[in-house]
């Protein structure tokens, strides 16, 4: 967040952090920012050099802009063309899904190594899961998969059931837990496993890598 003025000093003053805005009509933007890069090219854009930096953690931000009257929030928007705006909608429905762990993504975003598998696999027991549901041929109702050319299945699933949205096909997301998973995948030895958030970052897991999820008693 970009603070007008000395954030430590404001702080200690037990003052509140004037943030950086942006107007669109009567429509205010809280103004944020992925890293310092994209601060400096605030800055360079708008000459403002008295003004200081204040991280916080994504979901508290989001808390803190639909507790206000914003509009939604303008994420690096002088790092033209990587910028965009999200409005409030969009926030809302963010936050009433969001696992307040951000277990699966916390993961998916961070360096991989041999053991990362088994560790999403780890968290896929209890975090919040979504499967994409879409009409078939015949009218029925049925769970998307991918399928390989060699023939190999995978049940996509999902962190957030923005992540499907974000695929733009039209599937309904369809809420399921952990054991349900291992349920499915019980039923048909066909499936090879799961793609975890095809949008990207994206992880594909065997039945191997899902032991633990397997494991679960049925529901």
Known sequence: LRVKGDARA????????????????????ALV??????LRDAVNADG?????AVSKPAIEVLNEVLTDDFAGIAIDH????????????LLERALVDLDPELAVKTLLLGARDAATPAAVAGVLV????????????????????VHTEDGTRYIEVFSHPLELIALGRGDEPVQITGPQLGAALRSDDGITGVIVDPAGPWISLTRTDLAPVLALDAP
Request: glycine share 10%; hydrophobic share 35%.
């Open 33 to 38: 920012f992925s890293g310092g890069e994209a």
């Open 126 to 145: 209890s975090a919040p899961l979504w499967l994409a549901a879409r009409t078939t041929e015949s009218g029925d109702m049925g769970i998307a998969e």
């Open 10 to 29: 404001l702080v200690d003053a037990g003052k509140e952090l004037p943030l950086s805005i942006a107007t669109r009509g009567d429509e205010r933007f």
């Open 78 to 89: 002088a790092s033209t063309p990587h910028s965009a705006i999200l409005p409030r909608q």
């Open 48 to 52: 403002d050099t008295d003004t200081s």
